[in-house]
């Protein structure tokens, strides 16, 4: 086994350990948590497996297996990004609900005491 | 001879409006009482941070706070919810900062019910009278006018006014969905994919009393681009549901 691949393995590990405390400790929710976890556990599979880089460049038509890793990263980080502006979107439509309901609700309140 | 049996919400929304937000009030409730209207004034206090809030809450108005910054089409959208509940016949939406006279309430109460619209917009350039804003700001008003034209059919000259009255049929559409941050030519779409008529009724405007334009020089840019981009969509999304 080579210096990168330990590095990479124990990096990955350290980092899904990261992932698990922050779902115990209830900073991350599951659901967010679902795609690093897939994301570190392909990264570990081609850690061990070196061979399978180089085969799925070649049948990706790749020139450099390494660029299949960066092209595979940006991706999942681009998807991933995509993902985040619509939780953001859609809690900001909620928020905004909300805050109506809210001033609303203080309204009617104020009413009532008086 | 107006409908003096129409109850009518004036809606303000007000974001740091401390200088100009009084006398819009008092003014509009002096309108109120000469011409026997049945008006109640709502002013919506979009998180402001002067006093705004203690302003209005002495005012003879019904106030409402929101607890964040929601921009103008959350703010006033917010008033158009309490005007839809508490069953009013009219909303007119009036700036906080003097722009909109409220003698013209009473005019745009008599058109819409004249011509049997659903929404009219107090318009600055029919008459072609009154403060008639900069000339980079026609030129975006312009731009919306003829993009509303070309996705609606209906020609609204001053399609960023916000000087608006909504009957109730309206109402029901703003109460489910409103446009965030610039609202003004984007409802326009809205108003006529819901199958509302639409009409116009010339206003002399006046210059801001107080406060700042949430449309500055810097943010014209993204305001024209953000809003063509939300009025395209919208129009997207609503032909896809019929």
Redesign the interface.
């Known amino acids: 086994m080579e210096r990168i691949q330990i590095i990479a393995i124990v990096g990955s590990l350290l980092f899904l350990g990261f992932i698990g405390r922050l779902i115990i400790k209830g900073k991350l929710r599951e659901e967010y948590a679902i795609v690093w976890i897939i994301c570190t556990a392909i990264l570990i599979l081609f850690s061990f497996w070196r061979h399978g880089l180089d085969l799925v460049a070649y049948h990706l038509g790749v020139y450099s297996p390494p660029n299949t890793v960066f092209m595979g990263a940006i991706i999942a980080v681009l998807v991933y990004l995509l993902h985040l502006s619509i939780v953001v979107s859609k809690l900001q439509a909620q928020?905004?609900t909300m805050?109506?309901e809210?001033?609303?609700l203080?309204?009617k309140l104020e009413q009532k005491q008086a | 001879m107006l409908n003096s049996f129409s109850r009518i919400a004036v809606i303000i929304p007000a974001f740091n409006e401390e200088q100009a937000i009084a006398d819009v009030v008092h003014q509009i409730q002096q309108v109120a009482i000469r011409e026997h209207l049945q008006l109640t004034v709502v002013v919506?206090n979009d998180c402001s941070r002067d006093n705004t809030a203690s302003i209005i809450d002495a005012l003879p108005c019904?106030?409402?706070?929101?607890?964040?910054n929601?921009g103008i089409g959350?703010a006033v959208?917010?008033g158009f919810?309490?005007a839809f509940?508490k069953g009013y016949d009219y909303a007119v939406q009036v700036d906080g900062d003097g722009q909109h006279p409220a003698e013209a309430i009473p005019a745009l109460l008599k058109a819409i019910e004249q011509q049997e619209a659903d929404v009219l917009i107090g318009s600055r350039f029919i008459a072609k009278t009154g403060f008639q804003s900069s000339f980079m700001r026609r030129v975006g008003i312009r731009f919306f006018s003829h993009l509303n034209y070309l996705l609606t059919g209906i020609r609204v000259a001053d399609s960023t006014s916000g000087f608006r009255m909504l009957n109730r049929k309206a109402l029901a559409v703003v109460d489910d969905y409103y446009p965030?941050e610039y609202p003004e030519p984007e409802a326009i779409i809205l108003y006529a994919f819901n199958n509302l008529k639409v009409a116009e009724h010339p206003v002399e405007m006046l210059e801001r009393q107080g406060g700042v334009s949430s449309i500055n020089s810097l943010n014209s840019f993204y305001y024209m681009f953000k809003v063509s981009i939300a009025i395209l969509f919208t129009y997207i999304r609503i032909r896809r549901k019929k």
């Open positions: 928020n905004k805050a109506q809210m001033a609303l203080k309204n | 919506v019904v106030s409402l706070h929101l607890p964040v929601l959350g959208q917010t919810r309490y509940r965030d």
